[in-house]
């Protein structure tokens, strides 16, 4: 595992990557971050980096509206399937678990959705950030509510659920 510490308008973030692609992006202070482990070395140059960097940096710039990069989340199916649904979300836009829930066929599943958006290992580029309460309100985000509001205001998101 290769990893890389990345500046932005949020806070830092930790990069993480396989030879498969990025397997995480974290804020460096939020919930579920992964411990560094010994076969863990630093790689500022490793191309997966380098161009999450200059994607990332176009996202904040809001001059870029979604990621082309290779990912290699590691997860349960359900947690997997959840992530897919995810990264449907448009830009700007928002979406409940419940929707989520329905849209994987599994209506009653809402909490276990929650639970796997709140697992996303890759904040921001598979946009858990999105996904709001029901009634409109923001709801739970590893990276913080602050964050969350931020990045969904960056993109211009009404809070209108899709």
């Known amino acids: 595992m290769r990893y890389h510490l990345c500046p932005s308008p949020l806070g830092d973030l930790l990069l993480v990557a396989s030879a498969q692609g990025l397997t995480g992006l974290y804020f460096i202070d939020q919930q579920y971050l992964p411990q560094k482990t010994a076969d863990w070395i630093r790689d500022d140059e ?82 858990c950030h999105r996904v709001i309460g029901r009634s409109g309100t923001l709801t739970g985000y590893a990276g913080g509510l602050e964050r969350k509001q931020a990045l969904l205001e960056l993109e211009g998101a009404a809070f209108n659920l899709i």
């Open 46 to 127: 490793w191309p997966a980096f380098v161009t999450a960097r200059s994607q990332l940096a176009g996202y904040f710039a809001g001059e870029r509206r979604a990621f082309e990069l290779p990912l290699a989340p590691a997860g349960t199916p359900f947690q997997q399937a959840v992530w897919m649904k995810l990264r449907e979300i448009p830009y700007g836009a928002t979406t409940s678990y419940g929707v989520i829930a329905a849209r994987l066929g599994q209506p009653t599943a809402s909490r276990a959705v929650g639970a796997a958006n709140g697992r996303n290992p890759i904040g921001i580029i598979v946009p």
